[in-house]
């Protein structure tokens, strides 16, 4: 508010209630809300009925699941191994582990110390090791001719640069050739960080098998019955074999790479550690992943907490406190509230690393509740909206445009967990792009059945040299790479998949029946319903007047075109028609 002050700028009322309940609904589980909800929340006039509704929601199973299809992205998880060949992978009994990991709010230092370091804790169990696998979902090549030490050293270099980026906010990369030119980060410092994860005995290149590239951990029913219950498997699958993280004693030393190529070692030999500008490595770390995690978490270490809660922010408001969520050093953007980060942060871990204690705090907000609406004076002062004088505008993203349209229609079906799914892909596709070796099953694309291509957008099968595209024309990430923000554009290709892709088109003809299956009524409130179960808020009056006159001109065209049509198979193509240009508007895919 005090920054808000010196800019002349005040905060903005409380956003209308329809629409500050599905901003809710979309940050905190992903879906929008039903006309149930709806309903219930404009009729709750108690003080607490928003905080309700926010404990609800953090209750729910599709809390973990949205907090999930942020963490795969930074995790680049993929069901491919990448490359020319790009071979068929495991890896979503792990993916069932974060959706779990999540909804039981585990600590955020216990939840990445896990996926860093769980195989090296004392006593680790199975969900401990499983939880490794984040460090395996990186691309692995099956290609003949290649060097497999070239590329092993690209899957270390990976992992090191995926954890700079991921829990420091650091950009690291640039510092495995030469000296960082702008952030105190030495080819050393690299080397020292590569070498935490230059200890596991893997293959640069993989075989032609089903079973999973060594270290690896083996899942039959018994296991998961016994000890990782949250992993959804089929009765049609016997066992699992997925990548996991394995130390080996003595394996091989590091040393610092000559411009970072793996042919080219110096004689200068790296023993693990940390940069010492942000916090020397103390004596009593372990010089290993698991000291790697102490590090990052230790209370001293000023750059952890502010980076996890900047991305949290940015969860919300959709840009960071800190722009940069990827580079906190020189280059980065300077934090527009430096105590507001600050206090965040030291709340984060004072709080035990709670976060669904942070969600709710922000969420709670008056910052967050305000109206989207700015006034022309706050536009010129401030016309990026940096000081949140206003809630921000934003898209929503590729996972929940798809799954508003289907949750929206009634064909979305909700099932937690397990194995990942194939819904409605443009035909040949994969036929197109798929080269390299015969002995490659996925060159064809089967789509998934009953019911199963309706599931939620989290579990679209990911392969990752043809990722889905209706949800990359909406700029969801490759999964090549680690990514903590994605980019935000706004295309024709857009409008276009919203206007011919046959998920959506079936999604308005299922609405329109499911409309048509109850007692017809007037033009008018049919389309006041088809409005609200859409965007989740009624229709203003110059909306709906222009509604109406769309479903007449419908109306006149589908007469000229089939005198003889019926009138329930009229009114079918007319509120099909009117379903999708809904689907089409602006204030559909916009979050607020």
């Known amino acids: 508010l005090l920054e808000l002050e010196n800019k002349g700028l005040n905060i903005s009322n409380e956003a209308p209630k329809e629409l500050l309940l599905r901003r809710l609904y979309f940050d905190l589980i992903g879906l929008p809300p039903t006309l149930a909800q709806i309903n219930q929340f404009l009729q709750d006039k ?10 609800k929601l953090l209750s729910s199973q599709a809390y973990g699941e949205r907090m ?75 290609e003949g001719g290649v060097i497999e030490e070239e590329y092993r050293v690209e899957y270390v270099a990976d992992r090191t640069v995926t954890t700079a980026k991921t829990f420091m906010g650091l950009t690291v990369e640039c510092a495995r050739c030469h000296d960082h030119k702008y952030d105190e980060i030495s080819q050393k410092d690299f080397f020292n960080l590569f070498d935490f994860f230059n200890r596991i005995d893997e293959d640069g290149v993989i075989s032609y098998t089903d ?44 040393y610092l790479l000559n411009r970072g190529t793996y042919d080219s070692p110096t004689d200068i030999e790296l023993n693990g550690s940390m940069p010492s500008v942000i916090l020397p490595f103390k004596q009593n770390f372990e010089k290993n992943r698991l000291g790697l995690s102490k590090w990052l978490f230790d209370p001293s270490n000023p750059i952890t907490a502010r980076v996890a809660v900047n991305r949290l922010w940015q969860q919300f408001f959709g840009i960071g406190i800190v722009s940069t969520p990827s ?49 022309p004076f706050k536009s010129k002062i401030d016309p990026k909206n940096y000081y949140l004088s206003h809630f921000p505008r934003q898209k929503l993203t590729a996972e929940m445009i798809r799954d508003n349209i289907l949750v929206s229609s009634g064909l979305f079906v909700d099932k937690v967990g397990g194995p990942s799914v194939k819904p409605y892909q443009p035909p ?21 059945t009953n019911g199963n291509q309706y599931r939620r957008s989290l579990y679209t099968y990911w392969k990752r040299t043809a990722p889905p595209p209706g949800m ?7 999964r090549d790479y680690c990514t903590v923000e994605r980019q935000k554009t706004s295309t024709p290709l857009q ?9 959506v088109q079936e999604a308005a003809e299922y609405l329109a029946r499911s409309l048509l299956s109850k007692k017809l009524k ?20 110059k909306t709906l007047n222009y509604l109406i006159d769309y479903i007449k001109e419908v109306e006149k065209i589908h007469l000229k075109e089939e005198e003889s049509m019926d009138k329930f198979n009229m009114h079918h193509k007319v509120y099909t028609s009117l379903s999708l240009l809904i689907y089409n508007l602006d204030e559909t895919s916009q979050k607020s």
Request: a neutral charge; proline letters at 5%.
């Open 68 to 142: 999930a299809s942020m963490w795969m992205d930074i995790a680049r998880y993929a069901d491919t191994n990448g490359y020319q060949d790009d071979t068929e992978r495991t890896m979503w009994p792990w993916r069932d582990w974060v959706i779990h990991a999540y909804n039981k709010n585990m600590p955020y230092d216990q939840f990445v110390t896990w996926q860093l370091a769980g195989d090296l804790l004392p006593n680790a169990n199975k969900e401990q090791v499983l939880a490794t696998g984040f460090n395996r979902n990186h691309m692995i090549t099956q």
């Open 472 to 478: 990359i024309t909406f700029d969801a990430s490759t």
């Open 46 to 55: 108690s003080d607490s009925a928003y905080e309700n509704v926010v404990d």
């Open 495 to 503: 409008s276009l998949v919203l206007l011919n892709d046959p998920q």
């Open 211 to 254: 079973k999973a590239p060594k270290p690896n951990i083996k899942l039959d029913h018994n296991l998961i019955k016994e000890e990782l219950p949250f992993i959804k498997i089929p009765d049609s699958i016997t066992e699992l074999d997925l990548m996991v993280m394995k130390e080996a004693d003595n394996l091989r030393k590091t």
């Open 428 to 448: 040949g596709l994969w036929d197109e792009l798929t080269g390299g070796s015969t002995s490659n099953s996925l060159k064809h694309y089967t789509m998934s």
């Open 327 to 375: 580079d906190f050093g020189n280059q980065g953007a300077l934090p527009t509230h430096p105590k507001l980060l600050d206090w965040l942060a030291r709340k984060y871990m004072e709080e035990g690393w709670n976060t669904k204690e942070m969600i709710k705090r922000i969420v709670m907000s008056k910052t967050y509740k305000q109206s989207s609406k700015p006034t």
């Open 522 to 541: 007037s033009h008018k409130e049919n389309i006041i319903h088809i409005y609200r179960k859409i965007t989740g808020r009624s229709p203003q009056k």
